[in-house]
């Protein structure tokens, strides 16, 4: 482990140079993996990370040690599967399309609807066939919808930038979203975006190799 005088970290916002100055979400994660101090440390899943650095950025003072304990489970996650990124994308977006502002949920709807036709792609599914999470909470914001089938409807592909562009954009904007939604309890809302991400990466790890069984030794005596 990293030698900074045995200090423990404190969680705060946005980037810290050293644990002594405090630390963010993913790098208390890079500080307990034992990695380069860093909040991109190569321990996470690059989403994940992100969407653990944006929930830890716009929850508040008093709600962010709450977060504290999901730390290590982000820890080795890395899966390599390709429903990764577009699963994670839904997850929230989910969690957040129903109460943001009406600007996000056009933009929110519109990611949701390209992830989701990049796992028809994967699945080998119809374009158009939604996992019915994503389709309830499209169907709770008709407008934006609306909006949303019209602007991809003129694209027959997926987006080549899915991965790299816009599930990281609309992470964030989900994030933001729940942060500033008119709600008793956004802290509790991110934690549970977060938890949902958590939960939803580790689904895609690869099983563990099971031990190959040594074959047991028969003595004969004669």
Known sequence: MNNFDLAVPVLSRG???????????????????????????????ALLAGV???VNDCTTDAGRARLAPLIPSV???????????????????QHALPIVSQERQYILAVALIVGERELAALDGRPRDD??????????????ATRWARAFTSRSHRGSPDFARRTAPRAVSCAVEGISQACVRNPDERLFDLLSAAIDETKRWMPAPARPVATPEVVRFTV
């Open 75 to 93: 820890i080795g996650l890395t899966p390599s599967d390709p429903h990764v990124v577009p699963r994670v994308t839904a997850r929230c977006i």
């Open 52 to 54: 653990a650095r944006d």
């Open 130 to 143: 939604l996992e019915p999470a994503s389709r309830d909470v499209l169907e709770a914001v008709p407008s």
């Open 15 to 45: 980037k810290h140079r050293n644990p002594r100055k405090g630390a963010c979400f993913m790098e208390f994660a890079s500080y307990l993996a034992g990695e380069p101090w860093s909040d991109h440390p190569a321990c996470t899943n």
